[in-house]
């Protein structure tokens, strides 16, 4: 629970560059076999991140990788090279549907889920990166080149409501879940996200001073904010299991430090850089496309092999399901 200094930097912060190192025309479209457009979307997302692209455009993971069946820096590496410096319409993403098996349970003929393609293709990532090094304590697993990237802490307060007493739990995330509820923007969803909930009945906290469960409340904020902060906009009602197709507005910028641990500190700005949209009336069917910002500082639509170009204005009025900021 407690926060404690990783007793090893698995990779150093200094080298993870923010910026595009080179400037690039967009790469191809992506061919879809009939239901992969959920993993097209997600390719297309990490293939425009810039501290990523940088790191795997330099090749330094495949020159020392020893895995020999499955790793996952390999395939996004040889990816992103060949959508890069591709003069093709199209690219089929072979390797990555190869090895669908090692990244969690899908299957190149059946529909799947982009969010959950995502956090498991950022798990799979990280898993390359601690390959030979699984006996580290987790606050050095949370060093990889992926936390350094995609990770950060949030921080769960528990404050007993009779005598103030407190109780904090730190938890590691690549990507944040966010309920939508009757939020109309995600400014309002991030207040809710953070906004303190009573825990009482069977959720009481066992006061420290008192030793018995007490009535408290619980807050969860932002305790380290990643580089690259990604939002998953939950779009299943629990209840009916139906889509919730409102928009929410996003901002092109968005200041994170309200949501933070220290809520009074200096803005914590992020830029937008990619945006998934899901179309479709149930969440179980439909097709997924996205919008990124290439490296020329132009937003284009990637729609599996098309690729068009487009306006900020375009992108901030979509339906969007995951949103990618970068600090």
């Known amino acids: 629970k407690e926060m404690t200094p990783p007793q090893r930097i698995l990779f150093p912060p200094e080298n993870i560059c923010m910026d595009w190192l080179h400037t690039r025309r967009p ?3 992506l061919r879809n076999l009939g239901s992969t457009c959920y993993i097209n979307v997600i390719l297309q ?16 993971h495949s020159q020392s990788c020893r895995q020999r069946v499955f790793c996952m820096l390999c395939i996004m590496e040889d990816h992103v090279r060949k959508i890069m410096y591709s003069l093709a319409n199209a690219v089929l993403p072979r390797a990555v549907l190869r090895s669908l098996k090692f990244i969690g349970e899908f299957k190149p003929d059946l529909a799947g889920d982009a969010y959950e393609f995502l956090c498991c293709a950022l798990s799979a990532m ?15 697993q949370a ?46 969803i991030l207040e809710n996200f953070v906004k303190p909930r ?59 430090q309200p949501y933070t641990s220290e809520a ?19 969440c179980l069917a439909g097709h997924f496309f996205c919008y990124i ?10 729609d599996d092999e098309s690729m068009d170009d487009c306006d900020i204005h375009t992108v901030l009025g979509q339906q969007a399901y995951l949103l990618f900021y970068i600090r």
């Not at 990280?126 to 050095?140: I, M, Y």
């Not at 990643?226 to 299991?241: A, F, K």
């Not at 910002?293 to 990637?302: I, N, T």
């Open 27 to 29: 790469g191809p479209g």
């Open 45 to 60: 997302c990490l293939t425009y991140t810039p501290p990523l692209a940088n790191y795997l455009l330099s090749r330094q």
């Open 126 to 140: 990280q898993n390359a990166c601690l390959t030979g090094s699984r006996v580290l304590d987790t606050s050095s």
């Open 143 to 188: 060093t990889t080149l992926i936390y350094q990237i995609f990770g950060g802490f949030l921080r769960s307060r528990v404050t007993c409501l009779r005598c103030q007493a407190i109780s904090d739990s730190y938890k590691a995330f690549l990507e944040v879940l966010l309920k939508i509820k009757a939020a109309s923007s995600l400014t309002t």
């Open 198 to 256: 009573l825990l009482d009945g069977k959720q009481c906290m066992k006061c420290s001073k008192y030793r018995k469960k007490m009535i408290a409340s619980k807050k969860i904020t932002i305790h380290h904010a990643p580089r690259v902060l990604t939002l998953c906009l939950g779009r299943v009602d629990v209840r009916s299991s139906r889509k919730i197709c409102q928009v929410v507005e996003y901002p092109e910028c968005l200041d994170l």
């Open 264 to 282: 009074d500190g200096e803005p914590l700005l992020y830029s937008l850089y990619a945006v998934v949209v899901h179309s479709g009336e149930t």
């Open 293 to 302: 910002k290439a490296s020329d500082g132009l937003w284009y639509k990637m």
